[in-house]
Nanobody, 117 residues
Framework: QVQFVESGGGLVQAGGSLRPSCTASGSTFTFNAMGWYRQHPGNEREFVASIFSGGNPIVADSVKGRFTISRDSAKNTVFLQMNSLKPEDTAVYYC???????????WGQGTQVTVSS
């Protein structure tokens, strides 16, 4: 059974940094796509960033220049370096894995990120 487990969320002041990570276990293959979405209270889940097995990161315009995505494919782990955090970045962050670049086959349970002003 494949499971995605996030860690590294938390509470930080505006301008600070966090680096959540997400590791997939129980998989016998490498996910072509891994990445992150976030969900603000009362809103739909929105795309943050993704990265393919060959590299090629994609980052949403709302976080471009502040967030960086990377991965360790050998460990089926994806990271999200979040710098210059703003209160509007407060959300539950969900990682995902897809067997194809367009798919979202597996999801983590979510990690809370709270940015205080």
């Amino acid at each position: 059974q494949v499971q995605f487990v996030e860690s590294g969320g938390g509470l930080v002041q505006a301008g600070g940094s966090l680096r959540p990570s997400c590791t997939a276990s129980g998989s016998t293959f490498t996910f072509n796509a891994m990445g992150w979405y976030r969900q603000h209270p009362g809103n739909e889940r929105e795309f943050v960033a993704s990265i393919f097995s060959g590299g090629n990161p994609i980052v949403a315009d709302s976080v471009k220049g502040r967030f960086t995505i990377s991965r360790d494919s050998a460990k089926n782990t994806v990271f999200l370096q979040m710098n210059s955090l703003k209160p509007e970045d407060t959300a539950v962050y969900y990682c995902f894995g897809g067997r194809f670049i367009w798919s979202r086959d597996y999801w983590g349970q979510g990690t809370q990120v709270t940015v205080s002003s």
